[in-house]
């Protein structure tokens, strides 16, 4: 076996008689013999030619990433700007090879020297940023099977790196009133976005692109459609963000933009720095304008809303992903528990046989 260990990792290094040396790591294997094991099935799939790499295109990588996948981007995916900067390191990195020189092998390797590798600011290069170039590499070869360039995308036999997806955060009651405090001075045009964010669960990128004729005064409706799905959605407004949408919406004209910057009077396109300096003034740790979001599902969940409910208000098309807004909070968890104890159980029974009281719900906003 050809297996070496450097650190935490394990290495493979070989060569077969018609294919260069192959060298790279194992990102996915624990224990020595899990390495051998893949190195052998690099090698067999090597050996048994599944990829028939002899009738595939000799099109250049690089020049299909020019020449089709990127004007199929720019068309049909609103992040494509996210696939121009993605393209230019599968560019850099693969250099002039061919499709029939891009095997699974090497696929591999690219997945194993970008975590190793390091960023631009000299940090630790993340495991989903990896996954993410992983992804974009994947799709730009299911385009070439599609236009009959390659017989079978080499990303097919190559598995992505475990991620730990375990952040979950939203602002907290007590958070809230010194956010909005420090909103103010310089910052002050972002309290109403604070506001709107909390009270209708968009998106920054749905916010920022609202037009006045989007926002429905009769109805109490905001209806944003530069969503991520491609599909409007009616979004009721409470009684916080019609105040807020009211005073931002004086004067306008139907295609004008809700919020604005208060320098050019123009779109607002940008919240990180105020937004950034409010949290520090405020002494909130750890929180993203998108956890925003976050804490206007937690709050319909802790209020006792089902997930069908919370998925229309936030636009989510898959149920899945409105989970994580209601599973059982830090005030919740620690009511479950107190509901185990006996002397509970007994003073609820005694209180149930006298009247029953419904439970409250809590509010949307606080």
């Known amino acids: 076996m050809t297996i070496r260990k450097r650190g935490k990792n394990y290495y493979y290094d070989f060569t077969l ?3 260069p040396r192959m060298r790279g790591v194992i990102t996915e294997a624990r224990t020595k013999s899990e390495a051998e094991q893949a190195e052998v099935k690099l090698k067999r ?18 020049d299909f990433i020019d020449d089709v996948f990127l004007p199929w981007s720019k068309l049909n995916k609103r992040s494509w700007r996210d696939d121009v900067y993605i393209s230019t390191t599968l560019k850099e990195y693969f250099g002039g090879k061919t499709f029939q020189e891009i095997s699974p092998l090497l696929v591999e390797k690219f997945k194993g020297d970008r975590l190793k590798g390091v960023t631009k600011k000299g940090t630790q290069r993340a495991r989903a940023t990896v996954n993410r170039e992983f992804d974009v590499l994947s799709k730009i070869f299911s385009l070439a ?54 009270g209708t669960g968009m998106r920054l990128g749905e916010q920022l692109c609202l037009k006045k004729r989007q926002v429905d005064f009769l109805r109490n409706i905001v209806t944003p459609t530069e969503t991520k799905n491609g599909k ?12 807020a949408l009211v005073e931002l919406c004086q004067n306008k004209s139907g295609d004008d933009y809700v919020f604005t910057s208060p320098k050019t009077d123009g779109r ?71 509901a185990v104890r006996l002397d509970f ?15 409250k719900l809590v509010a949307v906003n606080t």
């Open 17 to 19: 008689r018609g294919y």
């Open 345 to 359: 159980q007994v003073s609820r029974h005694n209180g149930v046989t006298k009247e029953e009281q419904p439970p």
């Open 45 to 62: 799939e090597l050996l048994e030619n599944r990829y028939d790499l002899r009738r595939t295109s000799t099109e250049r990588l690089s």
């Open 145 to 198: 099977v599609d236009y009959k360039k390659m017989d079978a995308n080499p990303c097919s036999k190559v598995k992505k790196l475990r991620v730990s997806n375990q952040r979950y955060r939203y602002l907290l009651p007590e958070e809230e009133p010194r956010l909005m405090a420090a909103l103010d001075g310089p910052r002050a045009h972002l309290k109403a976005a604070v506001i709107v964010a909390l």
């Open 232 to 243: 409007d959605r009616d979004i009721p407004m409470n009684v916080e963000v019609r105040a």
């Open 268 to 338: 607002l396109k940008e919240v990180k720095k105020g937004f950034k300096t409010a949290l520090r003034l405020a002494g909130i740790e750890a929180l993203r304008w998108h956890d925003l979001r976050a804490t206007f599902g937690t709050r319909l969940g802790e209020a006792g809303y089902d997930a069908f409910t919370i998925a229309q208000l936030m636009g989510h098309s898959d149920i899945r992903m409105t989970a994580r807004y209601v599973r059982g909070t830090e005030r919740n968890k620690r009511a479950a528990v107190e």
